[in-house]
């Protein structure tokens, strides 16, 4: 028998995304026949009574998703089980033990990042970091190295790294695996993948929920921490990183290591010119009216809810290309997208204006809402004009997998994938301890060149992009954040 153990397991994270995700596999027949899921948390509830609330929720999500079956779900229900348990404590997990039994055994941890440690020490004592078990850890681990350092030490007294599965969510998202299939398994994206061909990189991650009733969590991280440490810099990689020798997980994360120590250090004398903070007051978001960081949260608060920074990759490939990214709540849209923008044509055959009618290529990888990655090209509009006119069109890779007006496959929430990984001890997907690392090294910079400076965040409108300053960040340099219009 293989245990699956998801600490925390009646949490929000856990219900909302890990319990569905293994219905969906389930479903899908992909887990293991003999694989048991144990939750574990302090409510003092029945397995019965847990069953019941996780038949609930996941019943509710597959339904929305057109993917219920009795048969899945009966599936599913023999394999779960649950046990209240104080997880810091070593007695209290040896029953755990006992459930899980003496096979592969993955402990899911679901839970406050400030008991990781407790945890994993108390998981040693009771028989749960034997060889044969595995450790998944949900972000944030830490709030800044030396945090980090101190969690992951801990970790380390119990676990080996081969045997820690740090989740990043955004890896197991199908357009950001796309991305590696794109530029590994194409040879024509290649030679353009360098300074002499690229122009900019963008990365937005925009989302239209405010912070609400997470603000106890959110106003010790801020963007900069919870978003842009490690989703953001995990797609920087995947973008910058030269080609592995193949997939498998050290080589990749060797790679991407590499891109994160290549980073220009941002000092407190640059940190003016390359970064903005801000902060969103009222305004409105979808037509619905939203209040201040500073209301849901009850008092002033120095934490920034958006943050746009300029990063500079110092090697060959990447010298002179500034890769921009912002993040922040209570933007206009749901938008996530990787936007390689290209350099114009040299000279432009084609007449009018300065370039002729021409827009740089530009390709566009996108995440949310939308999973899609699109190239767009100058083509000639049909008809007998007298003079050649011009316009983009863009070419998208979703025709491909769907067939052009095929209905998509279910989306998958990125946690199925990850899920199965770590049940396989596949770690390519996840973040190694020196990736992490190296991140917090450049976000601590970040962060402190703002304490150093003083730098409060600036306010922007709730449903606009940001302060102003973060479109400066950009016109300064000729360039523009890009619309969905274009
Ligand atoms: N929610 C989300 O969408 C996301 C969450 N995360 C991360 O996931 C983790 C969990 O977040 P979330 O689910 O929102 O948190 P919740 O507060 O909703 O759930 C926490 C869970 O931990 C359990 N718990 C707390 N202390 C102990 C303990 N000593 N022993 C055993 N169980 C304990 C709680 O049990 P009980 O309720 O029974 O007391 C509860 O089930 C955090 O690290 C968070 O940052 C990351 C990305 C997104
Ligand atoms: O990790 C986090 O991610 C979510 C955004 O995830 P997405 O998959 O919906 O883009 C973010 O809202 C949250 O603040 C952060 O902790």
């Given at each position: 028998m293989a245990a699956l153990i998801l600490f925390g397991g009646g949490g929000d994270l856990a219900m909302r995304m890990l319990l569905p995700s293994l219905y969906f596999l389930d479903h899908d027949g992909l887990l293991?026949?003999?694989l048991k899921i144990i939750g574990a948390a302090r409510s003092a509830e029945s397995a019965e009574a847990y069953i019941a609330k996780v038949h609930e929720t996941v019943k509710a999500k597959a339904e929305a998703d057109e993917a219920w079956d009795e048969a899945s779900w009966a599936r599913m229900k023999a394999r779960l089980d649950y046990l209240a348990v104080d997880a810091t404590d070593p007695e209290s997990l040896k029953g755990l033990k006992a459930k899980a039994g003496d096979g592969e055994t993955t402990s899911f941890l679901a839970v406050s990042p400030s008991l990781y440690g407790r945890i994993v020490t108390a998981m040693k004592a009771a028989g749960l970091a034997e060889k044969n078990c595995r450790i998944v850890l949900e972000k944030p681990v830490g709030r800044d190295l030396e945090s980090f350092l101190e969690i992951d030490d801990a970790v380390?007294?119990?676990?080996?790294?081969?045997?820690?599965?740090?989740?990043?969510?955004?890896?197991?998202?199908e357009t950001v695996q796309n991305?590696?299939?794109?530029?590994?398994?194409?040879?024509?994206?290649?030679?353009?993948w360098n300074n002499l061909t690229v122009d900019h990189v963008q990365i937005t991650v925009g989302e239209t929920v405010g912070v609400g009733d997470r603000w106890p969590y959110y106003d010790e991280y801020g963007a900069l921490r919870d978003m842009l440490q490690n989703h953001m810099l995990q797609l920087l990689c995947l973008v910058a990183m030269e080609p592995p020798s193949d997939l498998d997980p050290d080589s990749v994360r060797n790679e991407k290591v590499k891109v994160l120590r290549s980073l220009r250090p941002i000092t407190p004398e640059e940190a003016e010119r390359v970064t903005v903070r801000g902060q969103y007051v009222?305004?409105?978001?979808?037509?619905?009216p939203a209040r201040a960081y500073r209301d849901e949260r009850g008092q002033p608060s120095d934490t920034e809810t958006f943050v746009a920074i300029r990063a500079d990759i110092?090697?060959?490939?990447?010298?002179?290309?500034p890769f921009f990214m912002r993040t922040g709540k209570r933007l206009?849209?749901?938008r996530t997208e990787i936007v390689i923008q290209f350099k114009p044509v040299p000279h432009s055959i084609f007449g009018h204006g300065e370039r002729?009618?021409?827009?740089?290529?530009?390709?566009?990888i996108e995440l949310q809402p939308d999973e899609d990655i699109s190239l767009s090209v100058m083509n000639k509009k049909p008809g007998l004009d007298q003079r050649m006119q011009l316009q983009p069109i863009k070419m998208s890779l979703s025709w491909g997998v769907n067939g052009k007006d095929a209905a998509p496959?279910?989306?998958?929430?990125?946690?199925e994938r990850l899920l199965l990984d770590a049940l396989k001890g596949d770690s390519t997907l996840f973040v190694r301890r020196d990736e992490a690392e190296q991140a917090w090294k450049w976000v601590d910079e970040v962060a402190d060149a703002w304490s150093g400076a003083g730098f409060k965040p600036l306010d922007y409108g709730a449903g606009t992009w940001g302060p102003e300053a973060a479109d400066l960040l950009l016109s300064r340099t000729g360039r523009k954040w890009n619309t969905r219009d274009e």
């Amino acid at each position: 028998m293989a245990a699956l153990i998801l600490f925390g397991g009646g949490g929000d994270l856990a219900m909302r995304m890990l319990l569905p995700s293994l219905y969906f596999l389930d479903h899908d027949g992909l887990l293991p026949d003999d694989l048991k899921i144990i939750g574990a948390a302090r409510s003092a509830e029945s397995a019965e009574a847990y069953i019941a609330k996780v038949h609930e929720t996941v019943k509710a999500k597959a339904e929305a998703d057109e993917a219920w079956d009795e048969a899945s779900w009966a599936r599913m229900k023999a394999r779960l089980d649950y046990l209240a348990v104080d997880a810091t404590d070593p007695e209290s997990l040896k029953g755990l033990k006992a459930k899980a039994g003496d096979g592969e055994t993955t402990s899911f941890l679901a839970v406050s990042p400030s008991l990781y440690g407790r945890i994993v020490t108390a998981m040693k004592a009771a028989g749960l970091a034997e060889k044969n078990c595995r450790i998944v850890l949900e972000k944030p681990v830490g709030r800044d190295l030396e945090s980090f350092l101190e969690i992951d030490d801990a970790v380390a007294q119990a676990f080996d790294e081969r045997q820690v599965f740090r989740i990043d969510h955004y890896l197991g998202k199908e357009t950001v695996q796309n991305l590696i299939a794109l530029r590994f398994g194409n040879t024509i994206f290649e030679p353009l993948w360098n300074n002499l061909t690229v122009d900019h990189v963008q990365i937005t991650v925009g989302e239209t929920v405010g912070v609400g009733d997470r603000w106890p969590y959110y106003d010790e991280y801020g963007a900069l921490r919870d978003m842009l440490q490690n989703h953001m810099l995990q797609l920087l990689c995947l973008v910058a990183m030269e080609p592995p020798s193949d997939l498998d997980p050290d080589s990749v994360r060797n790679e991407k290591v590499k891109v994160l120590r290549s980073l220009r250090p941002i000092t407190p004398e640059e940190a003016e010119r390359v970064t903005v903070r801000g902060q969103y007051v009222a305004g409105a978001v979808e037509g619905q009216p939203a209040r201040a960081y500073r209301d849901e949260r009850g008092q002033p608060s120095d934490t920034e809810t958006f943050v746009a920074i300029r990063a500079d990759i110092d090697n060959w490939r990447w010298a002179g290309v500034p890769f921009f990214m912002r993040t922040g709540k209570r933007l206009p849209e749901k938008r996530t997208e990787i936007v390689i923008q290209f350099k114009p044509v040299p000279h432009s055959i084609f007449g009018h204006g300065e370039r002729g009618d021409i827009y740089d290529n530009r390709l566009v990888i996108e995440l949310q809402p939308d999973e899609d990655i699109s190239l767009s090209v100058m083509n000639k509009k049909p008809g007998l004009d007298q003079r050649m006119q011009l316009q983009p069109i863009k070419m998208s890779l979703s025709w491909g997998v769907n067939g052009k007006d095929a209905a998509p496959p279910r989306r998958r929430i990125a946690y199925e994938r990850l899920l199965l990984d770590a049940l396989k001890g596949d770690s390519t997907l996840f973040v190694r301890r020196d990736e992490a690392e190296q991140a917090w090294k450049w976000v601590d910079e970040v962060a402190d060149a703002w304490s150093g400076a003083g730098f409060k965040p600036l306010d922007y409108g709730a449903g606009t992009w940001g302060p102003e300053a973060a479109d400066l960040l950009l016109s300064r340099t000729g360039r523009k954040w890009n619309t969905r219009d274009e």
